[in-house]
């Protein structure tokens, strides 16, 4: 333990080392720098993330942010792209190989899900689906000398399922990596589980404020370089504007999430005992099967829960054009509350067989809890429970 190193301080004072006296990071709108020598030409195009040289291969604001979700993640090393995919499928295709085996977890970003049936498969790499909360599932489906990459995400949509960090950092041979967007690294840091790897789509609560496209990835430094490596080359670089955004975002994040988990959990507890309601998925409840984990792993619960209406998916697309405060949408991790139906929305062609395969039931409605009064966004879901099911 260092001096000053919870994570609510960690985030004001990281990335701060290129600064100079400038309290805040300075953007730096630059693709091209000027060579001063021929051995700098030399020595930077050998070597991995050479600064000063192109703006894909590092900037100076970008590299501020990185440092900052590095000190955080109590990471060697960080690596910032354009968006949450970008990362994710830099990671896939800088580790994976034609011929080699990934393990992931079922309920998965629907990004990753696609990126791993699709161009994966096409390619020939491998996967096994597992579901991450059971006990030792992810470690069973490893294929020694095969498997190059356990995927998991945590919590996961849409049940808010956990993976055990402990246990994933235990397995020894493949890369291990954790998603964990829904977390931030204000809640969980999946590094100091023994995981090789922990992803953010820095889009959502990292950013916090819809206003920016970012993913980054962390891990130890040798293991970063080599994925810069092949990231270059796919070229999903990311913007310093955009990584300016967040940096500003990172100051605010413990605090943000703070007061989302807290509120969610009131949410959460209003819901549950609810007539109309015959579920809710929030980690911080006591009827999570997961919830002992949870406190295990993280330090609160997180903005993100969902719940089944007994209406089913009529009562659904009623609860979503209802709400007053929330705003119908299905991203995560803003000011603003957030309320989706999956069922109605994103997997609307699905039958009642394929939606249980996702996790999905025809009531659920997912929630991103905001940063308004607690005590009116608990009123908005209650009198939209009140005024509009069994109506
Ligand atoms: C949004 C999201 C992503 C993808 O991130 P983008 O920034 O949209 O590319 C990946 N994983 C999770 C869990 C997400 O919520």
């Known amino acids: 333990?260092?001096?000053?190193?919870?994570?609510?301080?960690?985030?004001?004072?990281?990335?701060?080392?290129?600064?100079?006296?400038?309290?805040?990071?300075?953007?730096?709108?630059?693709?091209?720098?000027?060579?001063?020598?021929?051995?700098?030409?030399?020595?930077?195009?050998?070597?991995?993330?050479?600064?000063?040289?192109?703006?894909?291969?590092?900037?100076?604001?970008?590299?501020?942010?990185?440092?900052?979700?590095?000190?955080?993640?109590?990471?060697?090393?960080?690596?910032?792209?354009?968006?949450?995919?970008?990362?994710?499928?830099?990671?896939?295709?800088?580790?994976?190989?034609?011929?080699?085996?990934?393990?992931?977890?079922?309920?998965?970003?629907?990004?990753?899900?696609?990126?791993?049936?699709?161009?994966?498969?096409?390619?020939?790499?491998?996967?096994?689906?597992?579901?991450?909360?059971?006990?030792?599932?992810?470690?069973?489906?490893?294929?020694?000398?095969?498997?190059?990459?356990?995927?998991?995400?945590?919590?996961?949509?849409?049940?808010?399922?956990?993976?055990?960090?402990?246990?994933?950092?235990?397995?020894?041979?493949?890369?291990?990596?954790?998603?964990?967007?829904?977390?931030?690294?204000?809640?969980?840091?999946?590094?100091?589980?023994?995981?090789?790897?922990?992803?953010?789509?820095?889009?959502?609560?990292?950013?916090?404020?819809?206003?920016?496209?970012?993913?980054?990835?962390?891990?130890?430094?040798?293991?970063?370089?080599?994925?810069?490596?092949?990231?270059?080359l796919h070229g999903a670089t990311a913007s310093p504007y955009d990584a300016h955004a967040a940096l500003r975002g990172i100051r605010t994040l413990p605090i943000r999430v703070a007061r989302q988990s807290s509120t969610a959990l009131a949410l959460a507890e209003a819901l549950i005992v609810h007539p109309a309601v015959k579920a809710v998925n929030y980690p911080g409840l006591a009827t999570h099967p997961q919830h002992e984990l949870a406190k295990r792993q993280m330090s609160s619960f997180g903005s993100m829960m969902s719940f089944d209406l007994c209406g089913g998916l009529d009562a659904g697309r009623r609860f979503v054009e209802s709400v007053r405060l929330a705003v119908m949408a299905s991203s995560l991790g803003g000011p603003e509350t957030l309320v989706s139906s999956p069922a109605n929305s994103t997997h609307v062609g699905l039958n009642r067989d394929e939606l249980a395969v996702a996790g999905i039931t025809p009531g659920m409605i997912r929630v991103s809890v905001g940063l308004e009064h607690p005590d009116d966004v608990v009123a908005d879901f209650v009198n939209t429970l009140e005024s509009c099911i069994g109506s």
């Open 1 to 232: 333990m260092t001096e000053f190193d919870h994570p609510d301080t960690v985030a004001i004072r990281s990335g701060r080392s290129a600064n100079g006296t400038a309290l805040n990071a300075p953007i730096w709108p630059n693709a091209v720098w000027h060579t001063p020598t021929l051995e700098f030409a030399r020595k930077a195009s050998a070597g991995a993330r050479a600064g000063q040289l192109y703006g894909r291969y590092a900037n100076p604001t970008v590299n501020a942010f990185e440092e900052a979700i590095a000190s955080l993640e109590g990471a060697e090393s960080a690596l910032a792209f354009g968006s949450g995919m970008g990362a994710i499928a830099s990671v896939v295709f800088a580790l994976c190989s034609h011929g080699d085996h990934i393990v992931a977890q079922r309920h998965i970003y629907s990004g990753t899900q696609m990126l791993l049936q699709g161009p994966c498969a096409r390619m020939g790499i491998d996967v096994t689906w597992v579901d991450g909360h059971e006990p030792g599932a992810f470690a069973a489906a490893v294929r020694p000398g095969k498997t190059m990459l356990v995927f998991a995400e945590s919590p996961a949509n849409p049940q808010l399922s956990l993976t055990d960090l402990d246990e994933l950092g235990a397995i020894r041979g493949p890369f291990t990596l954790v998603d964990s967007t829904f977390a931030t690294p204000a809640l969980q840091q999946p590094i100091r589980h023994g995981v090789s790897l922990s992803l953010h789509s820095a889009t959502k609560g990292i950013g916090g404020h819809n206003d920016l496209t970012l993913g980054v990835v962390s891990g130890e430094k040798d293991l970063i370089d080599d994925i810069w490596r092949y990231g270059v």
